[in-house]
T-cell receptor, first 114, second 114 residues
């Protein structure tokens, strides 16, 4: 099973809302990632978790708060977002947290902030 | 700072023709990845190139890596419509010497026409 699942597929939220994105994988991978992809742009790394510990935070605003409750699950908590945060949010996982092997991407959550 | 440049950014091909997409990167790296993204979809891993001179082929696509020239190519042979998509190369920046940090090129939007 090489599947990474993400929920919800689509999300519309106001600037005062609090919402969460969820990502799950059952491949036994120990590294999980959040990327942000704006339209017609490449993905940009936001966070990396390795063995459930946050190892990379690419200077992401605090209105994005990642959480890794266990090795299979990754959440991204959203609060007080801005319209410019509207994008496709992709989750990915890879074999381990030391050497990056192939990253397997989920289908993404398309977020619209009004 | 690692920079990854792809060219061309847009490619319109006729079915049956051959073409090459180029990916240049600015600093030393021994891992390069090619991904495909269909409109509105997630990223699908195509190739992982792990050493100088590596060549991998899958169907009508062949990828190669020259780490000395810091160049990877994705060659398309006898293009068919189903290959229409955006192709990204990504380089592992080996951020902080531990976890990888994929830096993506801007992508090449390929359109194959009858």
């Amino acid at each position: 099973d090489t599947e990474v699942t993400q929920t919800p597929k689509h999300l519309v939220m106001g600037m005062t809302n609090k919402k969460s994105l969820k990502c799950e994988q059952h491949m036994g991978h120990r590294a999980m990632y959040w990327y942000k992809q704006k339209a017609k742009k490449p993905p940009e790394l936001m966070f990396v978790y390795s063995y459930e510990k946050l190892s990379i935070n690419e200077s992401v605003p605090s209105r994005f708060s990642p959480e890794c409750p266990n090795s299979s699950l990754l959440n991204l908590h959203l609060h007080a977002l801005q319209p410019e945060d509207s994008a496709l949010y992709l989750c990915a996982s890879s074999q381990d947290g030391v050497r990056t092997e192939t990253q397997y991407f989920g289908p993404g959550t398309r977020l619209l902030v009004l | 700072e690692l920079k990854v440049e792809q060219n061309p950014l847009f490619l319109s091909m006729q079915e049956g023709k051959n073409y090459t997409i180029y990916c240049n990167y600015s600093t030393t790296s021994d891992r390069l990845y090619w991904y495909r993204q269909d409109p509105g979809k997630s990223l699908e891993s195509l190739f992982v190139l792990l050493s100088n001179g590596a060549v991998k082929q899958e169907g009508r696509l062949m990828a190669s890596l020259d780490t000395k020239a810091r160049l990877s190519t994705l060659h398309i042979t006898a293009a068919v419509h189903d290959l229409s998509a955006t192709y990204f190369c990504a380089v592992d920046s080996q951020f902080k010497g531990s976890q990888g940090n994929l830096i993506f090129g801007k992508g090449t939007k390929l359109s194959v026409k009858p």
